[in-house]
């Protein structure tokens, strides 16, 4: 009897003891240790197989790219030292010489060739390369000189490039699982464990041919509970906490070790208004009605408590060609009544709304505070709130919900890849496409010279508030929590780099 | 013995199998991988082109058949999101889950049994009241709040255990409390309320007027008598640990079961659902029929039969 009691746990703890834990990653000094707490563990370490961004912190400390973006957003040289359009389709880069990988290979044109040609295998079945599709071939011409030719102009070249960490073609020969587990790149840290689901630890490079990195040690430990986050902010067991909810930040107000860091947000936010589908969203006057109709600042103030600024259109400030002439849609429920009136729908109407639940800060919130205010004018908002994967799901036909609010994260900060997708035809999200809007947008993305295309993106910006695709709404700021004893700024793209920080 | 162990795999085969099915149809007809997984700037005909890839343009009982083709081969596909074997991320995220409900299980059986042997062996007692508390707190109290008060108290405020994480043994003792709260109070209400009767029973009273030790009475005849439905309970508690502690392992940033079928279920990644709730299964059909073998064990009776 006393036995069948004691050998179930018995059973359980031996079963755990041989089956080990999971390689905890290194017992490292915690004095020369970044750790960064994300809400994800990383999907893979080759860069192309990236599903999350936990995945683009990593790979920004494993692998260089061609150009970078420095703190401003604005592009500059990185591995390549200059480049430039040798016709509308061909874009040559000059690498820099002398950089070696982590194994002690030099990184050459032929290593470039590698990688855009991997990211664009079919068989990698990657996830997110829709912006390298334009790419029909890259030719290593030298040793440092790489020529990329695109199908078509493709004046984004220079942003995607931002975005293409270099991988070693040594270290794909050894086939996919060494890229995907064993990654080397030539940037200033080097891959030294990966407990999974648990934390992924770098270390690192002296010899990194910007200079050594500062911070010898920097942990990416997965934490998915965001109070358990904050908690470790406050316990100092983490440096640097993303996506900090507005009202932690009167928490952490009279704690000493630690301070918010704030900047602006990569993603542009707008209720999404279907035009395929029959009904009023169809007549222009009912969409501009709709953005008098809400009113933005008071979203922000009330549910953000203030961490955001308004949107005239949906490009953010940091991108390509924004321009501030723009002013977005004042207040004005009376204005949207008539507007209403004179479309034929003097009391308003019904329609249904879809938002996610848990894909972006108080989704939930925001889209029962927009519902409450288009209520104020007439429009009946039925509110449909669902999980991310059921949400994303309603895309998959041709129809798609009414109205939807969304959250679009623009990674190159090229208008290119939020205007072309949303308001284009024959696109996943996109509901919504008029001739003139659609031609603008065509001709700015085959452009090559950056001026005449920063003018034909002001034209559309004109044209995009008076069409009102969307119910414009805005850009929040992303909140971190950052240990006192850190020196690190956050950037608008949503990356943790760690590479020009240092302890204090 | 070998019958009855052999009988009792049989019957785990249509658990087995229903159990995949349901799950496969609620989770394939919920959302869609590719657009969860491709960037949202990807347009259709490069979205048609991941599914087709994936097998996901298929109809679905195609794509049925062809897991249960695999999996009777061993074979229980590849996770969409990272590429790997979906029986290797379960198998690795295992053992976390059974250090986990290992520690709870010890704190169950090792403090849920002696509060409900105190507390019937004292009733009516102001101890007898303590523990009836600590069962209503335990019972009543949702992990989520618990665990995150523990963190603030012990963690952020006393600074005596790390929040979260998995690595030593002071990272094991917060999850492993909040997770066996609820089953300690559950097991030591259980002990309880069948000690007491026990007590009050014919074969009790013939013990003590042979003039018993009291512990004797206690622990060999009293306590025995009570102990199958607590193993009965124990045992169905410890395969649901097993499954994972979906709340528990969020909150404390454990890297197990519970966390990896989920998240797998948030971004559709079928084939890591799939090969998951396969092995919890086949677990839970073990402990089950551990359990049985148990009562053969505890009660003469049942080995008789």
């Known amino acids: ?504 | 013995m070998a019958v009855v162990v052999a009988r009792r795999l049989l019957d785990a085969l249509p658990v087995l199998v229903g159990s995949s099915l349901l799950v496969f149809l609620l989770v394939h007809l919920s959302g869609d991988p590719a657009l969860l997984m491709l960037s949202p700037d990807t347009p259709p005909e490069q979205v048609a082109e991941f599914r087709r890839a994936h097998g996901l343009d298929q109809p679905l009982h195609v794509q049925y058949l062809r897991f249960v083709g695999g999996a009777i081969r061993g074979d229980l596909g590849e996770s969409i999101r990272f590429r790997r074997p979906a029986l290797d991320l379960v198998l690795e995220a295992l053992p976390a889950t059974l250090e986990l409900a290992a520690a709870s299980l010890v704190l169950v059986v090792g403090v849920g049994v002696p509060l409900g042997v105190l507390s019937a062996a004292r009733t009516g007692t102001a101890m007898d009241a303590a523990v009836r508390g600590l069962v209503f707190v335990g019972q009543g109290t949702p992990p989520f709040w618990l665990g995150l008060m523990l963190i603030v108290v012990f963690a952020v405020k006393l600074r005596l255990l790390p929040s979260s994480g998995r690595g030593d043994f002071s990272q094991l003792v917060l999850p492993a409390v909040t997770l066996a709260a609820y089953f300690v109070a559950a097991v030591a209400r259980l002990t309880r309320g069948g000690l007491v009767a026990a007590l009050r029973s014919d074969y009790v009273r013939t013990a003590r007027a042979k003039g018993l030790a009291p512990w004797r009475v206690l622990f060999g005849h009293a306590l025995r008598n009570v102990l199958i439905p607590v193993v009965t309970m124990i045992g169905l508690q410890t395969g649901t640990l097993l499954g994972g502690a979906v709340v528990t392992e969020t909150i404390f940033a454990w890297p197990g079961m519970g966390r990896l079928i989920v998240d797998s279920i948030y971004r559709r990644d079928y084939p890591v659902v799939q090969a998951a709730i396969l092995v919890t299964v086949v677990l839970f059909v073990a402990v089950n029929l551990v359990v049985d073998l148990s009562y053969r064990l505890l009660d003469p009776r049942v080995r008789h039969e």
């Open chain 1, 1 to 504: 009897m006393r036995a069948s009691i004691r050998w179930l746990p018995g059973l359980l703890v031996g079963l755990a003891l041989v089956l080990g834990p999971t390689a905890t990653a290194g017992a490292e000094d915690r004095d020369r240790t970044v750790v960064v707490a994300v809400g994800v563990d990383a999907t893979s370490m080759d860069p192309y197989l990236s599903t999350n961004i936990t995945d683009k912190h990593v790979a920004s400390h494993l692998f260089d790219t061609l150009l970078r973006r420095d703190d401003a957003m604005r592009i500059q040289p990185n591995l390549a030292t200059s480049y430039r359009a040798v016709s509308p389709t061909v874009w040559e880069f000059t690498l820099r010489p002398g950089v070696r990988f982590d194994d002690g290979t030099p990184l050459t044109a032929e290593d470039v060739k590698f990688t855009i040609e991997h990211a664009l295998d079919p068989a990698l079945k990657a996830p997110s390369v829709a912006q390298f599709r334009p790419i029909v071939r890259v030719d290593a011409v030298g040793p440092h000189t790489v020529r990329i030719t695109t199908k078509e102009p493709y004046p984004a070249l220079p942003a995607v490039m931002a975005e293409c960490w270099i991988l070693s073609k040594a270290q794909a020969a050894k086939g996919q699982q060494a890229l995907s587990e064993r990654p080397v790149g030539s940037g200033p840290y080097r891959l030294k464990a990966w407990a999974r689901g648990d934390s992924i630890l770098l270390e690192a490079r002296t010899d990194y041919w910007q200079g050594a990195p500062k911070i010898p040690y920097v942990r990416f430990r997965t934490v998915p509970d965001q109070n358990t986050r904050f908690a470790q902010l406050r316990t100092g067991e983490a440096d640097i906490v993303a996506a900090l909810p507005p009202e932690a930040v009167a928490l952490v107000a009279g704690d000493r070790s630690v301070r918010i860091a704030r900047a602006p947000g990569a993603r542009a936010y707008f209720v999404g208004l279907n035009t395929r589908l029959e009904g009023p969203l169809r007549d222009r006057r009912v969409r501009q009605a709709l953005n008098h109709a809400v009113d933005v600042q008071a979203l922000l103030d009330f549910v953000y408590e203030g961490y955001g600024s308004r949107l005239a259109t949906l490009l953010t400030p940091q991108q390509f060609g924004y321009t501030a002439s723009v002013t977005p849609y004042p207040h004005d429920p009376a204005k949207a009544k008539a507007l209403l009136a004179e479309a034929g729908f003097p009391s308003g109407f019904a329609i249904r709304m879809e938002s996610p639940e848990g894909r972006y800060p108080k989704d939930r919130e925001v889209a029962q505070a927009i519902a409450g205010q288009l209520a104020r004018v007439g429009v009946r908002v039925d509110l449909a709130i669902r999980e991310w994967g059921t949400f994303v799901g309603q895309f998959r036909t041709e129809a798609g919900p009414p109205m939807y609010l969304m959250g679009w994260s623009i990674p190159t900060f090229d208008p290119e890849t939020i205007l072309t997708p949303l308001l284009t035809p024959n696109q996943t999200y996109g509901r919504f496409d008029t001739p003139s809007l659609t031609r603008l947008i065509h001709e700015a993305r085959s452009t090559v010279s950056p001026e005449a295309r920063a003018a034909l993106y002001e034209k559309a910006q004109v044209l995009m508030k008076e069409e009102a695709p969307v119910i414009f709404l805005f850009q929040l700021e992303d909140l971190y929590g950052v240990s006192n004893r850190l020196d690190w700024t956050p950037r608008s793209d949503e990356r943790i780099l760690l590479y020009q920080a240092a302890f204090r």
